[in-house]
């Protein structure tokens, strides 16, 4: 028996009445093979959406901020890790030459690469319209900011500190605990570490039993949805709506719970941190990216939960926590009940597994800032250790300065850990403060045609990837822009009858 479209996700708006049979399509299709898994679901963003933004602070009170914060909460692991033998300075203008110790406060990375607003505003080439991309390193938002030998000092209210022999990976921001003393020169000679999810090793990959019905959970970034929408986008979303025509690819996307779009959904013609042009065509061609998404997720809506992420190219202010994408430029989609806004980061609870999302600037951030470099899982890891997410301040990475809390610690560690944008697919298992995390570096689909189905059972990690050869691919991109603009054509006929 197929089931009603309005009994599964209530819809209403102006497009009700052609997404109701798109919508009975979809299901009908879906219905001769399997009725797709239903699991509890819980969103927890709610820290990462801001209710009032205000920027009368500077960025000074996110950090002091954090660092009250994590004092509290890095008293009990140091205790845990070092015992009572060691003394802990509650300020570092306490210290005292060559006095074993434990200081706490938060590090500042001097990075060797990165161009200076105050070095350059001399040159002949300054442009003050510019500012925010000229002082970007020029080969790409990707390019390292730092050399091995950078120096990292700790500071807190009362002073600063240079770190010497500090041998883990370190970035601005980080608040964590040194051991060690102070030599003759007033440098903090370190012997050890101690940050708010402090261990962190590999484990052996996981029991590969499972009901052969197991939920998934699908993981997409950097759709990259521009004037067109491509093919490999095409095929996705056919799989996703098991509408190939295979039973063994229905069967499997049937058992799909929630689609997840981790940032990138939308090929903005711009980089982040450029200057918009007011220009109408560009503006047009803006508009035109949006509708298609648009079109694309209200295929999936009748049948599939899914949750929109935000990311550096969307249609959102770049400001991290990046706000939901707005209602209004989802005008088919949000008609669906079965459809989430999100921020980025993103938090929920799926089948009893806690998710925790980004769409990548804060990983890219922390691997500008090391070197030598390290894979993404690494610089995953490394966030999830230090307790903070991201940085969140005015570098590389903009964002709002908080002077309330701080969303970006990392108080409880998620079960799966996805990180989108990235180079290339990685996945890794690690114990991290004592619990066994799943590390999903995901690749932009644009670019590898490749997305992740999470096993909410087993947390094993299945790719999937969709890719289209040659000629056969450029034609039926032309058929595809043809049917669009077909559609396009009709909405705005009736918008004109209403």
Not at 444 to 454: H, I, M, Y
Request: glycine share 6%.
């Amino acid at each position: 028996m197929i089931q009603s479209i309005s009994s599964m996700f209530p819809i209403e708006g102006k497009y009700s009445e052609d997404l109701l049979s798109i919508g009975e399509h979809a299901i009908k299709g879906q219905n001769q093979v399997e009725q797709r898994a239903e699991v509890p679901y819980q969103s927890d963003f709610e820290p990462y959406v801001n209710k009032e933004i205000s920027f009368n602070k500077q960025y000074n009170t996110l950090y002091e901020m954090r660092l009250k914060e994590m004092r509290s909460l890095l008293g009990d692991v140091v205790k845990q890790k070092w015992g009572d033998d060691v003394e802990v300075l509650k300020e570092i203008r306490l210290l005292q030459p060559n006095t074993e110790c434990v200081i706490i406060g938060t590090t500042y990375k001097e990075l060797s690469l990165f161009k200076s607003i105050l070095n350059d505003k001399s040159s002949s080439a300054f442009n003050p319209q510019l500012i925010g991309t000229q002082f970007l390193p020029k080969s790409s938002l990707q390019a390292t900011l730092s050399q091995e030998n950078d120096p990292v000092v700790l500071e807190d209210s009362t002073t600063r500190v240079l770190l010497k022999g500090l041998q883990a990976p370190m970035v601005t921001g980080v608040v964590g605990a040194f051991r060690g003393m102070m030599n003759a020169s007033g440098d903090f000679e370190v012997s050890d570490t101690c940050f708010l999810h402090d261990s962190v090793k590999p484990t052996a990959c996981a029991s590969s039993a499972s009901s052969p019905k197991a939920p998934r959970l699908c993981c997409v970034s950097g759709l990259g949805i521009g004037e067109t929408i491509p093919l490999p986008c095409h095929l996705l979303f056919e799989f996703l709506a098991a509408q190939t025509g295979f039973v063994e690819d229905a069967k499997l996307s049937a058992r799909i719970v929630r689609v997840v779009l981790v940032g990138n959904s939308v090929a903005m013609p711009r980089l982040p941190f450029q200057r918009i042009r007011q220009d109408s065509k560009e503006i047009a061609r803006t508009l035109q990216c949006v509708e298609n998404l648009d079109l694309l997720l209200a295929r999936l809506l009748p049948t599939t939960p899914l949750t929109v992420v935000p990311g550096a190219s969307d249609p959102t202010p770049i400001l991290v926590p990046q706000q939901p994408l707005h209602a209004s430029l989802l005008q088919r989609s949000v008609a669906f009940s079965s459809l989430e806004r999100a921020p980025n980061p993103y938090a929920a609870t799926v089948a009893g597994k806690r998710v925790l999302m980004t769409a990548g600037q804060n990983v890219q951030d922390v691997l500008r800032q090391i070197a030598p470099a390290v894979s993404a899982t690494e610089a995953m890891a490394l966030t999830l250790q230090w307790g903070t997410l991201a940085r969140g301040a005015e570098l590389s990475v903009a964002g709002i300065p908080y002077d309330t809390t701080d969303p970006f610690i990392v108080r409880q560690l998620p079960d799966v850990y996805v990180v989108g944008n990235q180079a290339a697919l990685e996945v890794e298992r690690r114990v991290i403060g004592g619990k066994e995390v799943v590390l999903i570096a995901l690749p932009a689909f644009s670019a590898t045609g490749e997305a992740a189905l999470v096993n909410l059972e087993t947390l094993e990690v299945e790719p999937i990837r969709f890719e289209v050869e040659g000629a056969e691919k450029k034609e039926m991109e032309v058929e595809e822009k043809e049917e669009e603009e077909v559609v396009i054509d009709e909405d705005i006929a009736n918008e004109d009858a209403e």
